[in-house]
């Protein structure tokens, strides 16, 4: 299994430092849940993955947006995010390309964490984008579910920590569901373990 630092180490710790900044200071924050099973899969990973440590935190202050149409991304929900002034936006699968919508958000002062899968142009000046497509890391067919466990391995690193791996299956099934390529060695690999 691929390292999470090959998504590019500054990126992982920005993205880490500014959900664990936000549990410290017990600031809320939401997650918007992209509208098909992969995004389901990886929204579910990370809450999950984050009740098991901060129970009391996501209980009372991680809020979460479900888009009622078949949309993806910041696009429908960036007048709720400025509305609720969010100081954290997390987007599991989705949200690479919504460069207009980043800037928007951080011009209110807060911080936006994509965690996606999807091809983009470039790296948003205004987000902080985990995106296995932008950067070194060497497996292009893992879905967002897959990038997303990802990331809570490298919390796992840093809390000293050792539960990502409880959300394989969420993992396997988000990679299965978003069709994802079984030549890669290490996707195969997660979606065998997972199930």
Same mark, same amino acid.
């Given at each position: 299994?691929?390292?999470?630092?090959?998504?590019?180490?500054?990126?992982?710790?920005? =993205?880490?430092?500014?959900?664990? &900044?936000?549990?410290?200071?017990?600031?809320?924050?939401?997650?918007?849940?992209?509208?098909?099973?992969?995004?389901?899969?990886?929204? =579910?990973?990370?809450?999950?993955? +984050?009740?098991? $440590?901060?129970?009391?935190?996501?209980?009372?202050?991680?809020?979460?947006?479900?888009?009622?149409?078949?949309?993806?991304? +910041?696009?429908?929900?960036?007048?709720?995010?400025? *509305?609720? +002034?969010?100081? $954290?936006?997390?987007?599991?699968?989705?949200?690479?390309?919504?460069?207009?919508?980043?800037?928007?958000?951080?011009?209110?002062?807060?911080?936006?964490?994509?965690?996606?899968?999807?091809?983009?142009?470039? $790296?948003?000046? &205004?987000?902080?984008?985990?995106?296995?497509?932008?950067?070194?890391?060497?497996?292009?067919?893992?879905?967002? =579910?897959?990038?997303?466990?990802?990331?809570?391995?490298? $919390?796992?690193?840093? +809390?000293?920590?050792?539960?990502?791996?409880?959300?394989?299956?969420?993992?396997?099934?988000?990679?299965?569901?978003?069709?994802?390529?079984?030549?890669?060695?290490?996707?195969?690999?997660?979606?065998?373990? *997972?199930?």
């Amino acid at each position: 299994i691929n390292e999470p630092i090959a998504f590019g180490e500054e990126r992982m710790k920005s =993205a880490a430092t500014a959900l664990i &900044n936000t549990i410290y200071k017990d600031e809320e924050a939401v997650v918007i849940v992209d509208c098909d099973c992969d995004g389901f899969t990886s929204s =579910a990973i990370l809450i999950n993955y +984050l009740h098991d $440590l901060f129970p009391s935190w996501v209980e009372n202050k991680l809020k979460w947006y479900i888009h009622e149409d078949k949309q993806h991304g +910041l696009a429908d929900c960036t007048e709720y995010i400025i *509305g609720k +002034l969010f100081p $954290l936006v997390i987007v599991p699968d989705a949200g690479s390309n919504d460069y207009t919508y980043h800037e928007t958000i951080a011009n209110m002062g807060s911080k936006v964490i994509v965690l996606d899968h999807h091809e983009a142009e470039a $790296l948003s000046e &205004n987000a902080i984008v985990i995106n296995n497509q932008l950067s070194d890391y060497p497996n292009k067919d893992l879905s967002g =579910a897959g990038v997303t466990w990802q990331f809570c391995r490298f $919390l796992d690193k840093l +809390l000293n920590k050792n539960n990502a791996d409880e959300y394989l299956d969420l993992v396997a099934l988000g990679n299965m569901a978003d069709m994802m390529s079984l030549k890669s060695i290490e996707t195969k690999h997660l979606i065998l373990k *997972g199930f």
